[in-house]
């Protein structure tokens, strides 16, 4: 079993772009984990070592905030983590969904939860869409920032994902204590 492309897009087919056709990633994605799977395997070592990338390519690939980085890094562009973003407008109304999200957390409210997911979900698409336009015509510069912007975005979604599991995972907060 040979060692595979460490170029992502080429290791599943894809056409280097932002806007990828998510069905056939995870197409690609379960065919190759069968592939090769260690248990499928002469050199363990070697499709662990495979399995290892084929997750982590899928993982990149997958969410719109990491494939923007990737791109940037195949295109030769660095993001600069440690350069904060000067959308004023675009933090405040960051800071102000993750103090609704806190709010939501602590009271436990499913409903407003989910509205906060809602408007991160179209924030998010919003944003995706002005990367690609951005990326397509080689906007570096700008491209950065909507990079950074998606990060933003990518890990309030996480953390309201998580929120929203915890809570449907609980029965409405009533009876925890009772059964530690």
């Known amino acids: 079993m040979a060692l595979l492309t460490n170029h992502f897009f080429e290791l599943f087919g894809l056409p280097v772009a932002f806007i990828i056709d998510k069905s056939a990633l995870k197409a690609t994605f379960l065919h190759l984990q069968k592939q090769h799977h260690p248990d499928n395997a002469d050199n363990i070592a070697q499709a662990e070592q495979n399995t290892t990338l084929i997750n982590h390519a899928f993982d990149t690939l997958n969410r719109d905030d990491s494939r923007a980085v990737y791109l940037l890094e195949l295109s030769g562009v660095a ?102």
């Open 79 to 180: 993001l600069n983590s440690d350069k904060t973003i000067a959308d004023e407008p675009f933090l405040m109304q960051m800071m102000s969904y993750r103090m609704e999200l806190e709010d939501a957390i602590f009271d436990n409210d499913k409903h407003t939860i989910s509205q906060i997911a809602n408007n991160i979900n179209v924030l998010m698409s919003q944003t995706a869409d002005d990367f690609d336009s951005v990326y397509q015509a080689k906007d570096w510069q700008t491209a950065q920032i909507i990079a950074q912007k998606l990060r933003f975005l990518g890990k309030l979604h996480d953390d309201m994902t998580d929120a929203l599991s915890k809570s449907s995972s609980q029965d409405d907060g009533q009876d925890d204590d009772l059964y530690v």
